[in-house]
C-alpha cells in the first residue's frame, strides 16, 4: 500500500519559490511503475493537476503552469519534490502529492493514493 506524505513551509511571500516534498512510503518513487503527480486546490475551487514525474523520470506540466514549475525526486530518499517559481497569491491552494500506476492523468478521479495536502499560502 503506497503512503504519500507532503511537507513544506505553510507561508510563503508573492515571487518566492514554493518548495515542497512528497515523502513515499509502500512503493519506490523510481520503479513500480508509479507515476507521481502533484495536484493543487485553490481555496472554492476544483482540483488542478500541476505535473507528474514518471518512473523512468519524464516529467510533464500543465500548460499553464509549466514555465515556473519544476517536479524533481530522490531515488536514494524515495522523495518526490515540487517547486514552483514567481509565486504569486493565485498560487494559495492546498498542495497534493498522488500517484497512479502505468501512466499519468490530467484528471484527479484518476489517481489511486492521495497524501493528506499541505496548505500553502502566498501573502506577504
Known amino acids: 500500500q503506497v503512503q504519500l506524505q507532503e511537507s513544506g513551509p505553510g507561508l510563503v511571500k508573492p515571487s518566492q519559490t514554493l518548495s515542497l516534498t512528497c515523502t513515499v512510503s509502500g512503493g519506490s518513487a523510481t520503479t513500480s511503475f508509479y507515476t507521481w503527480s502533484w495536484i493543487r486546490q485553490p481555496p472554492g475551487k476544483g482540483l488542478e493537476w500541476m505535473g507528474t514525474?514518471?518512473?523512468?523520470?519524464?516529467?510533464y506540466y500543465s500548460p499553464s503552469l509549466k514555465s515556473r514549475t519544476s517536479i524533481s525526486r530522490d531515488s536514494a530518499k524515495n522523495t518526490v519534490f515540487l517547486q514552483m517559481n514567481s509565486l504569486k497569491l493565485e498560487d494559495t491552494a492546498v498542495y497534493y502529492c498522488?500517484?497512479?500506476?502505468?501512466?499519468?492523468?490530467?484528471?484527479?478521479?484518476?489517481?489511486?493514493?492521495w497524501g493528506q495536502g499541505t496548505q500553502v499560502t502566498v501573502s506577504s
Open positions: 498522488a500517484a497512479r500506476r502505468w501512466t499519468y492523468s490530467h484528471s484527479s478521479k484518476d489517481y489511486t493514493y
Open positions: 514525474i514518471v518512473y523512468d523520470g519524464s516529467t
